[in-house]
């Protein structure tokens, strides 16, 4: 393998790296955008730092097709990094907003009565029962049984404290 090419892989290998510190820094420049708009524009925007670096490394001596190339990558796990970080963030948020739509939920207290918290809950453990990540004892005591979920739900923590994130 040539210089080139392991320059070329180092540039979209840092892709990722480059958009989680963009993003980081955007998060605590910008409080007047939604997270979900805010990612999506550091997405869009840190395609051209990205264009940048291949033009200074390579003096655009890159075909458009390799171009292309890597722009499709770096978006396509753009789009992968929005999915998770939107993970943390519109679960209920759905809900609600569709309460609100059909006309359930007008003040806070029609959210109290339209959103089940006990049986939403409820559904939750029987759905991590079912995937045995947890167990319920015979006296009700609920315990990991797998950490899979659990590795995932710290690395989830993990970023969004990164991002800055309470």
């Not at 979209?12 to 409080?31: E, N």
Request: net charge positive; proline share 1%.
């Amino acid at each position: 393998m040539d210089n080139a090419t392991l320059i070329f892989i180092a540039v979209l290998l840092f892709s990722p790296i480059g958009l989680f510190l963009f993003h980081a820094v955007a998060v605590r420049l910008v409080k007047s955008a939604s997270n979900q708009k805010l990612v999506m524009i550091c997405i869009l925007l840190f395609n051209a730092p990205l264009c940048a670096a291949l033009w200074l490394f390579f003096r655009g001596g890159l075909d458009a097709a390799t171009v292309i190339y890597a722009l499709l990558v770096y978006n396509a796990f753009g789009y992968c990094y929005f999915h998770f970080f939107n993970l943390s963030e519109t679960a209920r948020r759905v809900k609600i907003v569709i309460g609100v739509r059909k006309g359930n939920v007008r003040k806070t207290q029609d959210l109290q009565e339209h959103y089940d918290y006990h049986s939403t809950i409820a559904v939750r453990l029987q759905r991590l029962e079912a995937l045995g990540e947890i167990s319920k004892s015979a006296d009700g005591v609920y315990r990991l049984h797998r950490y899979i979920l659990y590795l995932a739900s710290l690395m989830i923590n993990a970023v969004r404290s990164l991002l800055g994130f309470k």
